[in-house]
């Protein structure tokens, strides 16, 4: 009785249209009571003979609800009419993912936060610009609570003219955060098979990719019981769909939409066949896929250890507990709280980037090195270190490096190692990280955590095995003098982190760096002469170096980029567009595409080791291999959506389309000229 009650209710709402509205300011909000709705273009100037997208603004007040394209089993969708210029077409407009509302046993699909349906705009070829197009949408919709169900409606207009197609940043960005949340449209095709009141959907997924929150919303009607509960499985390269079948039946085909991830779906189409029965029993996979993300993420991690940033901190760490004078609860509290400083770090990262990314931006690890204002952070960071192991100074309270440090001091020590270590990214880092992307923001995070514990592994089992402390040289006066030879791998990070510097902001940037690390050196020099003297380090120095970093930072901000900042090509390499990319595969031609940045020490490696190498290039041009290179140095939004579409979380990603493939062969993290010299053979 209750989910009859509900279904004539909104059937009655239905009926009694309320009165009109007023007509809407050009982008106004609409003036429906309970779901607002503005009309937005990407451009206001857009080209003749080009697409213009359009986006339905669509606002639920808190507690209300607006409508899918099939509501499920009760409400109705929108209905759009449109009012366009002579020769101008709309398209179906394109809905994100929606949510589920169990209702009295109805399953509705439903919105109850902001969402936007897009609609693609035709414009006609041979406008003259400057020619006006006054668009007009008179939208009718059904808003919703819990309880009560009201039919509104909203005349909107938005004023264009025809111009070059010029997108302003903001609204790319904008619209960028909205594309994200359409489905994406799966090319292969999807079967399914009913049979005894049952439905059961095969859905072509790579058995590698991580699937969360997984859930089929049926847009054609009558095929899928929408209330019934679904049992979906990742049976190898597919995803099985089980559920009731819907009581009018038919022969399909069956258009839906399958979430892979929260927020995240694939527009599928099935055709009706045969279709066999799943092979696990393991629903959705979400707990695998997060042990998988999660062991790669610490095996990453670890391996981050031995990079010149990280591997002279580890160093002196382990060097402290070699000194003996910690019992064994000491030796353990250092080496957890050096682990909860590492892991502090990564995770709070990790939960940067999954914040950015849900207000759309196509941020990745290590999101914060496109920022020249955290390039000079880090290199005055690492200029500092580089002065305290040479023995300059010794660096007061918080004791980041000093051999005494107690847990405050381990803690800070590994907060300052993770920092520094986001620079590099190495092998099972990359597809952990882009798996992370995509599972729940739980899980996510667990394995961002990972990543930390890796990287805190080595000094966490030197604190907790006394037999591998044992083992570490006995200390004594060469100590000091290897103290001063780490201090040699962390110059060389200061100067990498120069050179990138000088790629984000010039020459005129980099002489600026160079400037202030000499500021803050000299500074150091003087606050060590006072240390030699038996005095502490001077609230003055603490103050100087404080502004330097200010100022430091202020002038990175404040930088000009050159307009050809970044990797350039190297060889026979062109810059990367999915356009060149397209039309290289549509020649028939073999294509590697690698997607590199200044500041990941892992891609330069790779392109010196294997990539720019004479039997490299040699190779590949004997099988006419097409070589790409996507430079990432400043965070481009274009390729963040490229390299994310391929669940990587940043770079390096490295890609083979081989001829006539229908999707690229992933390569590893780490290269080698054999793998590369393979390609196209």
């Known amino acids: 009785m209750r989910a009859f009650g509900y279904l004539i209710v909104t059937m009655l709402a239905a009926m009694f249209a309320a009165a009109s509205a007023p007509a809407e300011a050009p982008g106004a909000l609409g003036k429906g009571p309970h779901l607002a709705m503005r009309l937005v273009a990407e ?47 709309a398209g179906e407009p394109a809905y994100p993912v929606p949510g589920m509302l169990l209702m009295a046993g109805l399953m509705n699909y439903v919105f109850e936060a902001p969402y936007a349906p897009l609609v693609t705009l035709r414009i006609p070829a041979g406008l003259a610009p400057g020619t006006a197009l006054p ?78 929150d997984a859930y089929f919303f049926p847009v054609t009607t009558g095929l899928v019981d929408y209330a019934a509960g679904q049992k979906v499985s990742h049976d190898g390269d597919r995803v099985v769909v089980e559920t009731k079948a819907g009581v009018s039946g038919g022969a399909g085909p069956l258009v839906g939409v399958l979430r892979i991830a929260p927020g995240q779906g694939l527009m599928v189409t099935a055709a009706a066949g045969t279709v066999a029965a799943s092979s696990t029993g393991i629903p959705d996979g979400v707990l695998m896929a997060t042990l998988i993300a999660f062991a790669g993420a610490m095996l990453g991690g670890l391996i981050l250890n031995i990079m010149p940033c990280v591997f002279p901190i580890l160093s002196l760490k382990a060097l402290s507990l070699a000194r003996g004078h910690l019992d064994e609860r000491s030796a353990r509290h250092e080496a957890l709280a050096y682990t909860a400083g590492v892991v502090a770090v990564c995770v709070a990262l990790g939960g940067a980037i999954l914040a950015l990314r849900a207000g759309g931006s196509a941020v990745g690890w290590a999101f914060q090195l496109q920022d020249p204002r955290a390039i000079m952070l880090l290199l005055l960071l690492t200029v500092a270190l580089s002065l305290n192991l040479g023995g300059l100074f010794e660096i007061p309270t918080p004791r980041f490096v000093n051999q005494a440090g107690g847990a405050g001091g381990a803690f800070a020590t590994g907060a300052l190692a993770a920092f520094i270590a986001t620079p590099c990214t190495g092998p099972f880092m990359g597809a952990a990280l882009g798996a992370a992307l995509i599972l729940p923001w739980p899980a996510a995070l667990a394995v961002f955590a990972g990543l930390g514990l890796g990287l805190a592994l080595p000094f966490l089992a030197l604190g907790f095995v006394p037999a591998l402390r044992k083992r570490l040289p006995k200390p004594g006066a060469w100590m000091e003098t290897f103290r001063r030879f780490l201090s040699i791998p962390m110059w060389l990070t200061a100067i990498a982190l120069v050179w990138v510097l000088g790629r984000q902001t010039g020459v005129d940037g980099m002489t600026q760096g160079l400037l202030v690390a000499l500021g803050a050196a000299v500074i150091l020099w003087a606050a060590g002469r006072r240390q030699a003297r038996g005095l502490g380090f001077g609230i003055v120095a603490i103050a100087l170096l404080l502004a330097i970093v200010a100022g430091g930072i202020w002038l990175a901000a404040t930088a000009h980029r050159p307009e050809a900042a970044g990797a350039k090509a190297a060889g026979m390499a062109e810059p990367f567009s999915e356009a060149r990319l397209a039309a290289l595969r549509a020649e028939g031609r073999p294509v590697f595409a690698y997607f590199t940045a200044d500041w990941c020490l892992t891609c330069k490696v790779n392109e010196k080791v294997a990539i720019e190498t004479e039997a490299t290039q ?28 391929h669940n990587r979380a940043g770079v390096p990603l490295y890609l083979y389309y081989a001829p006539g493939a229908a999707e690229p062969q992933v390569l590893p993290q780490v290269l080698t000229p054999g793998i590369l010299a393979a390609l196209g053979s």
């Open 618 to 645: 040699s190779a590949f041009a004997a099988h006419k291999v097409a070589v790409m290179v996507g430079d990432w140095t400043d965070g481009d939004p274009a390729l963040g959506r490229f390299i994310q579409a």
């Open 43 to 89: 451009s206001m100037t857009p080209a003749a003979g080009q697409d213009v997208a359009l986006a339905l603004d669509s606002r639920p007040e808190p507690g209300w609800h607006g409508y899918w394209q099939n509501p499920g089993d009760a409400g109705f969708p929108a209905t759009l009419k449109w009012t366009l210029p002579k020769g101008v077409t």
């Open 135 to 212: 668009v007009k949408l008179y939208a009718q919709y059904l808003v919703c609570t819990k309880t009560v169900c009201v039919p509104e409606e909203a005349d909107l207009s938005v004023d264009l003219t025809i111009g070059d197609g010029a997108v302003t940043a903001e609204s790319r960005a904008r619209f960028d955060a909205w594309r994200r949340a359409i489905p994406k449209p799966l090319d292969a095709k999807a079967s399914f098979q009913a049979a005894a009141g049952q439905i059961r959907i095969a859905i072509p997924y790579p058995a590698s990719a991580p699937l969360a």
